[in-house]
C-alpha cells in the first residue's frame, strides 16, 4: 500500500468512525458523510490519473455530483428538523413524536 493510498483510506476510516461514535448532532454526521466522500473522490481521482485510462474519468464528476446533492438534500433536512424541533440533537429526531 502506498503513503497516498494509506492517507486517503484513512481519512475515509477517520470519516466512519467520527459517523459511528459522535452522533450527538445532524451537523456533525454530515460534515462526516462528506468528509468520507471527498476522501473518495480524490481516490478515484487519482486512480483515474495512475490508470491514464479516459473511460475512468468520468467517475469522479459523478461521485462528486452526487456528493452535492446529498449535501443539499441534508442540509435541508437539518433546517427542516431545527425548525420543526428545535435543535439538530439526534435524540431528539423520533418519528413516533410526530
Request: net charge negative.
Amino acid at each position: 500500500m502506498t503513503p497516498i493510498q494509506f492517507t486517503f483510506s484513512s481519512a475515509f476510516m477517520l470519516g466512519l468512525a467520527g459517523l459511528a461514535f459522535h452522533r450527538t448532532h445532524l451537523l456533525s454526521a454530515l460534515l462526516c458523510l462528506e468528509g468520507m466522500m471527498l476522501s473518495l473522490f480524490i481516490a478515484f481521482s487519482l486512480w483515474a490519473l495512475q490508470l491514464d485510462a479516459t473511460n475512468f474519468s468520468t467517475s469522479p464528476m459523478l461521485l462528486l455530483a452526487f456528493s452535492a446533492c446529498e449535501a443539499s438534500a441534508g442540509l435541508a433536512l437539518l433546517v427542516a428538523t431545527a425548525r420543526t424541533h428545535g435543535s439538530d440533537q439526534l435524540k431528539n429526531l423520533n418519528l413516533l413524536q410526530c
